[in-house]
């Protein structure tokens, strides 16, 4: 027998069935652990502390709420993205610094990890290209059973 959240959730699916952004938005808030924010104690040691104005939007957005801005464009400096009324903007502009602060927050986060299960994973190792000091990704691991050497890159959808 299937549980009522399960039905209720089904529904909202249908309903929304048309709409690409809405649908990507409940998936999300579908997955395990995307609501763990609201259970972490706010501590800047730990960086789970949220301004108000941050806790704010990230409900809003997870609710699919739209914001009341008054801007129509984003107001850094080189962007001349449009800004929308759900903020989605916000999260994905490339001059904001957000973006690259999530993108390493996450890239720390997972190597940390590995490190910590035994892997020798390696932060953006150059020299990994013939003649270029590039660093191709942003881990690097071996899987010594397989004999396989794998980089691991982390990209946001923009």
Do not use: W
């Amino acid at each position: 027998m299937e549980s009522k959240y399960n039905l209720m959730l089904q529904d909202l699916f249908v309903l929304y069935k048309d709409d690409e952004r809405s649908l990507a938005r409940l998936r999300g808030c579908t997955m395990k652990g995307s609501g763990a924010f609201l259970h972490a104690v706010p501590n800047e040691n730990l960086g789970t502390k949220m301004f108000s104005r941050e806790f704010q939007f990230a409900v809003g957005y997870r609710m699919g709420l739209p914001f009341n801005l008054t801007k129509k464009y984003c107001s850094m400096i080189k962007c001349l993205g449009k800004v929308d009324k759900y903020g989605d903007h916000a999260l994905s502009c490339a001059f904001g610094g957000d973006r690259i602060y999530r993108h390493n927050a996450m890239r720390d986060h997972i190597f940390h990890l590995m490190r910590r299960v035994g892997y020798d994973a390696k932060l953006e190792n150059r020299g990994l290209l013939n003649d270029s000091n590039e660093r191709p990704g942003d881990i690097l691991f071996t899987l010594y059973n397989l004999g396989y050497l794998l980089l691991l890159t982390l990209q946001f959808l923009r």
